[in-house]
């Protein structure tokens, strides 16, 4: 039953619109309006997220959103030059904000930035196993 379904997720927002400029013009992803007052972000394959405001809102503590990307340093690049921030974590982290073959097998490059609302993403190489 289950298996079958076109299962999403969702998460809050404590301004819709600024989630909107972020999303859809920041970060460069399809979005729409839809009827119940949210956000829907358009992914590949039909695929879609919904973002909903919420009072109160308080931002997740954990990443909620992974981007694969074909080349790391490139997308950091690009997203830094649109305006988005890089988190740095001490003894983790590079000047750019790219953590470097994290796992004890050489996990993917990843970096982590916020949207408005301080949730947290992350783009990481698609695949690839850090510094070859």
């Not at 969702?10 to 956000?39: I, P, R, W």
């Not at 690049?77 to 982290?93: A, C, I, N, P, Q």
């Amino acid at each position: 039953m289950l298996r079958d379904s076109q299962a999403f997720s969702g998460f809050s927002v404590d301004d819709l619109a600024a989630a909107k400029d972020f999303y859809g013009g920041t970060l460069g992803l399809e979005t729409e309006d839809n009827a119940m007052g949210m956000l829907v972000i358009k992914l590949a394959h039909g695929a879609h997220i919904i973002v909903y405001p919420k009072a109160g809102h308080t931002p997740a503590t954990f990443t909620i959103l992974n981007f694969p990307v074909d080349d790391i340093d490139t997308a950091v690049k690009t997203l830094s030059d649109r305006g988005v921030s890089f988190e740095h974590y001490e003894g983790m982290t590079d000047e750019s904000g790219v953590a470097r073959g994290l796992s004890v097998n050489r996990g993917p490059d990843i970096a982590w930035f916020k949207d408005p609302a301080g949730n947290i993403l992350s783009i990481l190489n698609d695949g690839q196993s850090g510094n070859e």
